[in-house]
């Protein structure tokens, strides 16, 4: 995935889900339509797409949907 914008999502916790870390970043507005994009294989994770909504971000993970690369770092 070609990805053109980022965006840094800050976490004070050792993981963020997946679907929690695309709602922060403002790519879904809710739990259900962010599940939608995950179980559609709309999203990759570390490059790879990731069918689990819940999977685990930590820092320096990054996720991607359409275009919007999401890093994740640590406060």
């Known amino acids: 995935m070609n990805c053109n ?3 840094i999502i800050y ?3 050792e993981f963020i889900r997946l679907d ?7 790519v879904s507005i809710t739990g259900g339509n962010a599940k939608l994009l995950i179980q559609q294989g709309d999203v ?5 797409v990731c069918l689990m909504r819940g ?4 820092e320096g993970d ?3 949907y ?9 406060k």
Do not use: H, M, P
């Open 20 to 26: 929690s870390a695309l709602k922060l970043a403002g």
């Open 66 to 74: 359409n275009g919007l690369k999401i890093i994740v770092k640590n």
């Open 62 to 64: 990054t996720a991607e």
């Open 55 to 58: 999977k685990k971000l930590r």
């Open 5 to 7: 914008k980022q965006e």
């Open 11 to 13: 976490i004070d916790t």
């Open 44 to 48: 990759s994770v570390n490059g790879e």
